[in-house]
């Protein structure tokens, strides 16, 4: 089990449980989603260029608060692992997600398949875009 820091100044980590039964895949794409589109308004009232890579992944992680003088909340695992690659691998104002995520979300969204992408370790990780909310066709 790799690890990774939690934050800095270019790179932050949420985590939020993943419930099988429930929609937490889709609030997950929701939330980066709703990032993205602050970061794009933020960036357009301060005539700056200001963009985002999202890479989110699911499974099991351990959290917890390390270190005596400064202690820190962090959090470890593969998932972290994966959600940082797939990040590095999107492109700017884009959202990734691995296969836990995209097999766990609904209709709601459009997903894009990646090319191979190659994770920190050299092992191979599949990933999708998030094209965008999917358009309902009425007849």
Known sequence: MGSRDHSSTARYVFALGLDVEAPEANKGVAFA?????????????????????????????????????RMAFTVWGVPLNDATDLSMASAPDEIVVDAAVAGRL???WSLEPMDELVDISGGRLDGWRIVGRATVNQS
């Not at 709703?34 to 890579?53: K, N, P, Q």
């Not at 099991?60 to 005596?68: A, C, P, Y």
């Open 33 to 69: 989603s709703d990032v993205r589109a602050a970061f794009g308004e933020l960036s357009d009232e301060l005539g700056v260029a200001i963009t985002c890579r999202v890479g989110l992944s699911a499974g099991q992680v351990v959290q917890g608060i390390v270190g005596s003088d």
């Open 106 to 108: 609904d209709d709601e």
